[in-house]
């Protein structure tokens, strides 16, 4: 491997964050680390009843630390001299308050438990009310709809929803943070060792798609605007950001306490962050008018049109359109479902609740025979779930179910929503039901596909990536089933951290632009899921029927919600 060059990709999940390292010739994997955050494996500072999901930065940091150290340990012996570059991704929106010099308050005296001083994950929806006051003023205020490049629907899982939520909430936040940051802009300014929130480099990723940020409003929602929506936020905007950054570009180089602590150089380049779907999108080579769906807890749904096809248009009931949050020099646009794989967790609970608590209690069982027990049902019963659901005819009379466990990111996000499941009877089993589960994910993923569409945006063919996409044969034939269209999955397992390998080939210098960093290091595509005429045909039906329930749900709850 000498004279070789190397870089490091970082991917921060929802769980656990992964390096790895990647040789920048090819894209092969060297070496790589996975570390589960402690304090969230805890269930430390979440509370899913008010839906609230916060997660502490030494978590982060800890296993920022701990995954590089053991990827470099695990690589041929000095190959750290060769490793040019390093790009990070994290989940988002996932802004934290900071004080003057950019240091989460929670890495500060008397805010260590304090989860409000903590990154609010993506996931965190105790911001509804903020929302829901952003989109009725931005559209009734006179002056420009901020909304207009977010889909024109601003959503609780957002930068400045979550903000004015906290400040609102915690006073003694409210009165010690300087400044906000996303988690992917933050992290690569700690590595280089300049966190001042007035001048490390904010990513266009997260603030176009997350923060209303837009050249033509001389970057972000205007101080009028700001401060007719809550005094709170008067004077922020000035210490927030004007310029952002696409993730082609050089944060600075590795800060030598970094450096140290991992056993790097400091010649190590570090580039501008972005969100995990994004960077995972290049990951999985992404290329303009396919949906590369990233399928995990909840999906995203990328795509890529060149400027000057997509012109003056507007998307309605997306997640933004960006110039360069994908791929530099393209317009990124982005969808997505507030719960996908969640909704399979949240019904794996519910039937292993009665196994945890009977089992748990039983005095027959010693008490490493109950752990094996649980641990062995919770590792299969999904699986099981799936070969069951499987062998069930499809049947347009059965079960229906709509996919809003979490709420509905897109299209036209409303977190306020509720799932629901209908048509059961006697005869509804544990596989039917999930069957129908996982049919309305499949269904959540076609109303995407068809507000594109029917925005005058073409979808040339999709492409997976992510857990679900390589795990479940089951859940991806009927996706494809209910999209009628194939569905190709890359051959890398960590398209997400491939993604920002590719990234940080194109600011180490490697490659001149990221789209040649993702020809050279992209895996290729191994698996091919194609639709079943007969079950394309009976699950448009039963689309049809998906659609119209959602529209009765979504009237109940907007008329419950308008008595309350």
């Not at 105790?126 to 003023?137: D, F, P, Q």
């Not at 970094?258 to 501008?272: C, D, E, H, I, N």
């Not at 069957?435 to 945006?457: C, H, N, P």
Request: glycine share 10%; proline share 5%.
């Amino acid at each position: 491997m000498q004279n070789e060059q190397f870089v490091i990709g970082v991917d921060f999940g929802t769980d656990s964050v992964r390096s790895v390292i990647v040789r920048a010739a090819d894209g092969s994997e060297i070496s790589g680390s996975v570390f589960s955050f402690p304090r969230w494996t805890e269930g430390k500072y979440c509370d899913p009843v008010i839906n609230q999901f916060r997660q502490h930065p030494l978590d982060h940091i800890e296993g920022l630390e701990v995954t590089i150290r053991e990827a470099l340990r695990s690589a041929p012996k000095g190959i750290a001299e060769d490793i040019l570059g390093l790009s990070v991704d994290t989940t988002g929106s996932t802004p934290v308050a900071v004080n003057r010099q950019g240091m989460p308050l929670s890495l500060t005296p008397g805010f260590e438990e304090n989860p409000n001083a903590m990154f609010i994950l993506w996931k965190d929806h105790t911001a509804v009310k903020e929302a829901e006051e952003i989109n009725r003023l931005a559209h009734t205020w006179g002056g420009i709809d901020f909304t207009k490049y977010e889909g024109g629907v601003y959503s609780s899982e957002w930068f400045w929803a979550k903000l004015l939520h906290v400040l609102r909430e915690d006073p003694a936040v409210r009165d010690a943070a300087f400044s906000w940051v996303e988690n992917c802009d933050w992290i690569p300014a700690l590595l280089t060792g300049n966190t001042d929130p007035l001048v490390l480099k904010r990513s266009r990723c997260a603030a176009g798609h997350k923060a209303m940020w837009h050249p033509s409003f001389d970057g972000l929602p205007s101080e009028e605007f700001l401060v007719k929506l809550d005094p709170l936020l008067k004077g922020l905007r000035d210490r927030l950001y004007k310029d952002t950054y696409t993730s082609d570009a050089v944060v600075g180089t590795l800060a030598a306490e970094w450096a140290s602590r991992f056993g790097l150089t400091t010649r190590v380049k570090v580039g501008v962050g972005a969100f995990d779907a994004h960077m995972g999108a290049v990951g999985g080579e992404i290329r303009p008018y396919h949906m590369t769906k990233i399928m995990g807890t909840s999906t995203c749904d990328m795509l890529v049109v060149p400027q000057t096809e997509l012109g003056d248009k507007t998307v309605r009931g997306i997640c933004g359109q960006v110039d360069g949050s994908i791929i530099p020099g393209m317009i990124g646009l982005e969808a997505g479902q507030s719960a996908f794989g969640d909704v399979y967790a949240w019904f794996k609970d519910i039937l292993m609740w009665p196994l945890e608590i009977i089992v748990a209690r039983s005095p027959l069982l010693t008490p490493q025979v109950r752990d094996a027990l649980l641990a062995d049902a919770s590792d299969r019963l999904i699986a099981e779930l799936s070969r069951e659901a499987e062998q069930i005819p499809l049947d347009v009379s059965g079960g229906l179910a709509l996919d809003w466990m979490n709420g509905r990111r897109t299209p036209d996000a409303n977190q306020m929503l509720k799932g629901a499941i209908t048509g059961l009877s006697l005869g509804s089993d544990a596989p039917r039901i999930f069957r129908a589960l996982v049919e309305a994910t499949a269904f959540g993923a076609k109303k995407i596909v068809e507000r594109f569409r029917s925005e005058g945006v073409r979808i040339d063919g999709v492409i997976a990536l992510g857990g679900v996409a390589r795990k479940s044969t089951f859940i991806m034939q009927v996706v494809a089933d209910v999209l009628n269209a194939s569905i190709v999955v890359p051959r890398s397992e960590q398209t997400c951290a491939l993604g920002a390998s590719m990234f940080a080939a194109t600011v180490a210098g490697i490659y001149p632009t990221v789209e040649e960093a993702k020809k050279a290091m992209g895996s290729g595509f191994d698996i091919e899921y194609r639709p079943n005429a007969e079950n394309a045909k009976k699950y448009e039906y039963l689309y049809q029927r998906y659609c119209r329930l959602g529209d009765f749900i979504e009237q109940e709850i907007t008329t419950q919600r308008s008595k309350a």
